[in-house]
């Protein structure tokens, strides 16, 4: 079992940046490729961004040139560098393997708003 702790959200004005970080406990995150997902007010979970064990990745349509996620498997740490946001970006974010098999974390909130 994989456990996650999601961090670095908070409130940011529309054109501004986040980074987030995801921190799994367990000696076999490297071999999983990963996902950030995004879950807004009375909307479902939805994958926004995944990386592969070797580092290729792949993003849905609207974040596409603003979003970039990577890894380091020696800190057992997947992040997510957020530019250029806008409002609806806003959402509790969360990390898991691509498919969402493990538990969910608590996640981190997203606020953007001027």
């Known amino acids: 079992q994989v456990q996650f702790v999601e961090s670095g959200g908070g409130l940011v004005q529309p054109g501004g940046s986040l980074r987030l970080s995801c921190e799994a406990s367990?000696?076999?995150?490297?071999?999983?490729?990963m996902g950030w997902y995004r879950q807004a007010p009375g909307k479902q979970r939805d994958l926004v961004a995944g990386?592969?064990?070797?580092?290729?990745?792949n993003y849905v349509d609207s974040v596409k040139g603003r979003f970039t996620i990577s890894r380091d498997n020696a800190k057992n740490t997947v992040y997510l560098q957020m530019n250029n946001m806008k409002p609806e970006d806003t959402a509790v974010y969360y990390c898991?393997?691509?498919?969402?098999?493990?538990?969910w974390g608590q996640g981190t909130q997203v606020t953007v708003s001027s």
């Open positions: 990386i592969t064990r070797s580092g290729l990745t």
């Open positions: 898991n393997n691509l498919g969402g098999s493990f538990d």
């Open positions: 367990g000696s076999t995150f490297s071999i999983y490729a």
